[in-house]
């Protein structure tokens, strides 16, 4: 069976957004929510998540190169509970540590659907069903 799985990138200012499944294993990028309110951010997420149809949920926690948490881990773990509270979908959270490495240096939206697209890909490598 194959499962449709939406990632996440997420920021203070704007949310990067992937799609792929578990059948090919392949991540692509798919939007950036640029909305500093949450209502907006999960009015928009709640959009693609009833287009899509997603089994689960990932979402990137950021870290220290060394493991530790900061901040932003805090913020991405509230994110990935609020997610599961108002979708009540299965979020699996994904060590991001390195996947901006990849992505060539430049400025841009574009950027963060790009590195959700990493974290979801990361995820479906190493990790999915």
Not at 16 to 27: D, E
Not at 53 to 66: I, K, M, S, W
Not at 97 to 107: E, G, K, L, Q, T
């Amino acid at each position: 069976m194959t499962d449709i799985v939406l990632g996440f990138d997420f920021g203070i200012k704007r949310i990067g957004i992937a799609s792929g499944n578990t059948l090919s294993r392949q991540a692509t990028p798919l939007k950036v929510i640029d909305a500093a309110d949450n209502a907006t951010r999960f009015n928009e997420i709640g959009k693609l998540i009833a287009e899509w149809g997603p089994a689960r949920l990932v979402v990137g926690l950021p870290l220290h190169p060394d493991g530790a948490e900061h901040e932003m881990t805090a913020r991405a773990r509230r994110f990935a509970n609020q997610l599961h509270g108002r979708f009540t979908l299965p979020v699996v959270l994904v060590d991001e540590r390195y996947s901006s490495a990849v992505i060539p240096a430049r400025r841009g939206q574009h950027i963060d659907a790009e590195a959700a697209s990493i974290i979801l890909q990361q995820y479906l490598d190493d990790y999915a069903p």
